[in-house]
């Protein structure tokens, strides 16, 4: 068992991110079952949840003539247009039905606002609004926090950077995450970039062998 002041953070297992899903992440799967590995290992463990409102302003279908993948100015920032996916109380949205999500201690929504998207599990894009996350997690006494899943250039990572700027201790689990890949090479950036921020880079194995 990892010591109590350590979470693992689960960053969007839900339907629409595995390979069948709206918002495909090759190879996301594999993270499942690594999740369920590594969380009876955990006193806390975190879920962020993509949760959008169906006239969300990051689905290319809520702008006339645009096609995902577009990068548009959403209301002053650089906003990459996604296909429809994780819409509030929809199949897609749902955690994945093989993740142990019984074991979840508290899940943080993120998205909700039509007008900004969220990547990190902190903060929205603009860093307006907190989700609350950072503040459980400080008042529970975590100080250092181990993030998988997906994705890994996009939501993963504004979350691990997040993570740090918040002053946690943070652990990116490699072999549990998996990015969209929009640019040949934007994971293998995404993960430089998170260890130049100052996150350590751990394999699954790695942190179940320490205990
Ligand atoms: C994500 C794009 C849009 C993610 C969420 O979970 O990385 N990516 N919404
Ligand atoms: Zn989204």
Same mark, same amino acid.
């Given at each position: 068992?990892?010591?109590?002041?350590?979470?693992?953070? #689960?960053?969007?297992?839900?339907?629409?991110?595995?390979?069948? &899903?709206?918002?495909? *992440? =090759? !190879?996301? +799967?594999?993270?499942?079952?690594?999740?369920?590995?590594?969380?009876?290992?955990?006193?806390?463990?975190?879920?962020?949840?993509?949760?959008?409102?169906?006239?969300?302003?990051?689905?290319?279908?809520?702008?006339?003539?645009?096609?995902?993948?577009?990068?548009?100015?959403?209301?002053?920032?650089?906003?990459? #247009?996604?296909?429809?996916?994780?819409?509030?109380?929809?199949? &897609?949205?749902?955690? *994945? =039905? !093989?993740? +142990?999500?019984?074991?979840?201690?508290?899940?943080?929504?993120?998205?909700?606002?039509?007008?900004?998207?969220?990547?990190?599990?902190?903060?929205?894009?603009?860093?307006?609004?907190?989700?609350?996350?950072?503040?459980?997690?400080?008042?529970?006494?975590?100080?250092?926090?181990?993030?998988?899943?997906?994705?890994?250039?996009?939501?993963?990572?504004?979350?691990?950077?997040?993570?740090?700027?918040?002053?946690?201790?943070?652990?990116?689990?490699?072999?549990?995450?998996?990015?969209?890949?929009?640019?040949?090479?934007?994971?293998?950036?995404?993960?430089?970039?998170?260890?130049?921020?100052?996150?350590?880079?751990?394999?699954?194995?790695?942190?179940?062998?320490?205990?």
């Amino acid at each position: 068992m990892h010591p109590a002041y350590v979470a693992l953070i #689960l960053v969007d297992l839900q339907v629409d991110f595995m390979p069948a &899903g709206m918002l495909p *992440v =090759a !190879e996301g +799967d594999v993270v499942i079952p690594i999740a369920n590995a590594l969380m009876p290992h955990y006193r806390t463990v975190v879920a962020t949840q993509d949760w959008h409102p169906g006239n969300h302003g990051s689905f290319a279908a809520n702008h006339p003539w645009r096609k995902p993948g577009q990068v548009i100015d959403l209301h002053g920032l650089q906003q990459v #247009l996604w296909p429809i996916h994780c819409v509030q109380n929809t199949w &897609g949205a749902e955690f *994945v =039905a !093989e993740l +142990d999500s019984d074991r979840i201690t508290k899940v943080f929504q993120k998205g909700t606002d039509p007008e900004i998207d969220s990547y990190s599990g902190f903060y929205d894009n603009g860093h307006r609004k907190s989700t609350g996350m950072a503040e459980w997690l400080k008042a529970k006494g975590i100080t250092e926090v181990h993030v998988l899943g997906v994705a890994a250039d996009f939501c993963v990572k504004f979350t691990v950077l997040d993570a740090l700027s918040e002053g946690f201790t943070t652990v990116l689990i490699k072999d549990a995450t998996r990015g969209v890949n929009l640019q040949p090479g934007d994971v293998d950036r995404a993960i430089s970039d998170m260890q130049e921020a100052g996150a350590s880079i751990q394999l699954s194995g790695e942190l179940v062998d320490a205990l």
